[in-house]
């Protein structure tokens, strides 16, 4: 399978963006999908994941801000990013889990900057 994520970009605090990871092969198959970021210089980090029976699981920072979503019919899966911070500047991957098999999608850069 391939991941290719999309929709970064720059915004002001307080903005919103909304990621897509469009895979290139139906998403039914993947237990657990979801985006992980990483910021200069830190490790990468959990953002949000989906389970295939639509259970969400977040990371205390971005709780009641982002949203993560899945369209089966388009293999895509979704990030919605309200409020943003610029805390939240990194490069966000997004992946997909199948057995014990994880495939990651090529990042995309979100800079929330002033």
């Known amino acids: 399978v391939q991941l290719q994520a999309s929709g970064g970009g720059l915004v002001q605090p307080g903005g919103s963006l909304r990621l897509s990871c469009a895979a290139s092969?139906?998403?039914?198959?993947?237990?657990?999908m979801g985006w992980y970021r990483q910021a200069p210089g830190k490790q990468r980090d959990k953002v949000a994941t989906?389970?295939?029976?639509?259970?969400?699981n977040y990371a205390a920072s971005v709780k009641d801000r982002f949203t993560i979503s899945r369209d089966n019919a388009k293999n895509t899966v979704y990030l919605q990013m309200n409020s943003l911070k610029p805390e939240d500047t990194a490069v966000y991957y997004c992946?997909?889990?199948?057995?014990?098999?994880?495939?990651w999608g090529q990042g995309t850069l979100v800079t929330v900057s002033s």
């Open positions: 992946f997909a889990r199948k057995l014990a098999l994880d495939t």
């Open positions: 092969e139906s998403i039914f198959s993947f237990y657990l």
């Open positions: 989906m389970t295939s029976g639509g259970s969400t």
